[in-house]
């Protein structure tokens, strides 16, 4: 019995280790503002952002699991930024991880992310940010599905959905 505690407790090491492990995708120690296309006063990102968006994008806030309005969402199209529109991940990249959060295991184009390690709450992390605006996003974790073993855990809030071209121009599919 004994040592199937034990094993038990080096499984569960070795999860966290995981976790909580650096990923080779290279981040920044901290996010430089000036270095995004699209630069902001905070008063004019709480013009533009609702009160959530702005706690979590410009705040790194988060918002609680099974709330947001994508965890659960099955639509086809592409999800942007919600603070600057720039197209971050697709649908067919978007899979269930029942955490709570949307949750995709690639993006559209590296170039649209920019990754910063995170420190807080006592755990490495790596944060997700919007390589146009710097608005914070989520973080990114090595326990996804194949083939990148990724998962972008991502904020509802921080995303805009544009549903595709097909479900545009067949509406009646949507309607049951
Ligand atoms: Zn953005």
């Known amino acids: ?79 942007a930024c919600a603070g600057c529109g720039q197209k971050l991940f697709r649908s067919d990249i978007k899979f269930e991880s029942m955490c709570g959060w949307p949750s995709f295991f690639d993006r559209i184009d590296t170039a649209n992310l920019v990754f910063v390690k995170d420190t807080s709450y006592g755990m490495i992390r790596t944060e997700v940010l919007c390589g146009n605006c710097g608005g914070h996003l989520g973080h990114i974790f090595r326990d996804g599905p194949p083939p990148t073993w990724l998962r972008y855990c991502i904020n509802s809030a921080a995303l805009q959905f544009i549903p595709s071209d097909e479900q545009k121009l067949n509406p009646s599919q949507n309607s049951k």
């Open 1 to 79: 019995m004994r040592i199937v505690v034990y094993i038990y407790f080096l499984f569960s090491l070795s999860i966290l280790s995981c976790s909580a492990h650096n990923l080779d995708i290279p981040a920044m120690e901290s996010e430089k503002a000036d270095s995004f296309k699209v630069s902001k006063t905070e008063e004019e990102w709480k013009k533009i952002l609702t009160p959530e968006q702005y706690y979590i994008m410009r705040q790194k806030g988060t918002e609680r699991p099974f709330t947001g309005a994508f965890w659960n969402h099955k639509e086809k199209g592409i999800y």
